[in-house]
């Protein structure tokens, strides 16, 4: 069964700072990982989507990177800003038919980061 | 705008009085699906759908009832809703169903509180 980790769970910085969010999975097994952002009472939104074939992907400030034989991801974010506080989430997607459900993304706990003015 | 739209936003409700959620896509999406989020436990999936009148169970089904007659609605039903169903529920949708090759949309949810 894919379990899906991210350390930390809470993470607090000054505003300007690089960091990095870390996502683990049991299963290599995944035909892409997403980052997906939430906001307080809010909905995810999807933030970057990895296919299993790549090794990162970019947007704006943003870049994920995907090690799938070592079951890790990481989401780099540069220069933070207030805004940038959430819950971020990674979440995976099975290979078809590799035993687990094929219809069914299986999420991190996520990590709560408030950015500091 | 697309959008992943739910309804109620919010609701108070006692145990055994049957309520649905509205979940409504503009998209023409394939796959939608219904999580529940709880603090400690995360996003769990209560069931899911692949197209029209295809529907089958998530991790935690127990409670709850889903139809799909048309392609952009797919809502959930709590026939005798309990304390234990209090959480906030989000819809979800993506264009591609087998396998999720792509992002997945989701609503800005539902919290449901069963007194």
């Known amino acids: 069964k894919q379990e899906v980790t991210q350390i930390p769970a809470a993470l607090s910085v000054p505003e300007g700072e690089n960091l990095v969010l870390n996502c683990s999975f049991t299963d290599s097994a995944i035909y892409n990982l997403q980052w997906f952002r939430q906001d307080p009472g809010k909905g995810l939104t999807s933030l970057l989507l990895i296919q299993s074939s790549q090794r990162e992907q970019t947007s704006g400030r943003l870049n994920a990177s995907l090690d799938k034989s070592s079951g890790r991801s990481t989401l780099y974010i540069a220069a933070s800003q207030p805004g940038d506080s959430a819950t971020y989430l990674c979440?995976?997607?099975?290979?078809?038919?590799?035993?687990?459900?094929?219809?069914?993304?299986?999420f991190g706990k996520g990590t709560l980061l408030t950015v500091n003015p | 705008e697309a959008q992943v739209t739910q309804n109620p936003r919010y609701l108070i409700t006692v145990t055994g009085k049957k309520l649905t959620v509205t979940c409504s896509q503009n998209m023409n999406h394939e796959y939608m699906s219904w999580y529940r989020q709880d603090p400690g436990l995360g996003l769990r999936q209560i069931y899911y759908?692949?197209?029209?009148?295809?529907?089958d169970k998530g991790d935690v089904p127990e409670g709850y009832k889903v139809s799909r007659k048309e392609k952009r609605n797919f809502p959930l039903i709590l026939e005798s809703p309990s304390p234990n169903q209090t959480s906030l529920y989000f819809c979800?949708?993506?264009?591609?169903?087998?396998?999720?090759?792509?992002?997945?949309?989701f609503g800005e949810g539902s919290r449901l509180t069963v007194l």
């Open positions: 979440a995976v997607s099975p290979i078809p038919n590799s035993g687990g459900s094929n219809y069914k993304l299986t």
């Open positions: 979800a949708s993506s264009f591609s169903s087998f396998p999720l090759t792509g992002e997945l949309f």
């Open positions: 759908s692949m197209n029209v009148e295809v529907t």
